[in-house]
């Protein structure tokens, strides 16, 4: 049963008890009709706040996915343009181990240093990349960082440049840092929609089962009047 159906259901509910008239006439405040239309507009409210946060989280998810899948491609070519500039091996080796990283390759034998420390520095053996938006994100800015500090590094393409480059890295780190807080906006709906409809002492279906003993003990039952009751389904489902 899906959560519009929950509170759909308890719509008809409100419904069927104002229908009842003055007969509906509970003591316990929270099964008041007054009581039970405010608890189905927060329902309603929650679903509504809950969708709406659920297409914020694809579209941003979306939007990453998309700017990371032209990652590699950029990547392949910050490696060809560096290498054109006839850095030493040292240099290129290391930024070619930031490309392996990037694009989810076995990781170098070769801890990536700074050029003058080279020889100094001893041969570290690095486990294979992560592939995480968040871990990939990472790379990339220590791979423009790397570039960035090379002086021979001077291409005449825009998008290269290092400027270009630095941009770039801040924008995936933005995109990053969106998803994360469209995740937890996300989560944070999802728990309030839960308690609303389920998890609170006075939910939804807990009212319903309230509204039905009260019912029951007014009009009889089986009667005519609990009976419009049974063909409603309210059920709990398992809640991660």
Known sequence: MSHVKTADAYSRLVGICTGFGGNYNPGRQTLQLKAMRALLEEAQSSLQDYSQKLHI?????????VAYEQLGKLTSRIVRSVESFGVLP?????????ERLIKGRAASSRLPIPNEEAEAKPLTTRARTQQSHVAIGDHFSKLVQLVGRLSVYQPNEPELKVDALE?????????NAAVDNAKTALRNAKIRRDRVLYTNEVSVVNN???VRSYVRSVFGYPSAEASQLSGLRFTKP???
């Not at 989280?57 to 996915?65: G, L």
């Not at 040292?90 to 930031?98: A, E, F, H, I, K």
């Open 208 to 210: 319903y089962r309230k």
């Open 90 to 98: 040292q240099t290129l080796d290391d930024v070619r181990y930031y």
């Open 238 to 240: 398992k809640l991660r």
């Open 57 to 65: 989280y694809k579209d941003v998810t979306n939007e990453r996915e």
């Open 167 to 175: 941009a770039a890295a801040k924008r995936f780190k933005g995109l």
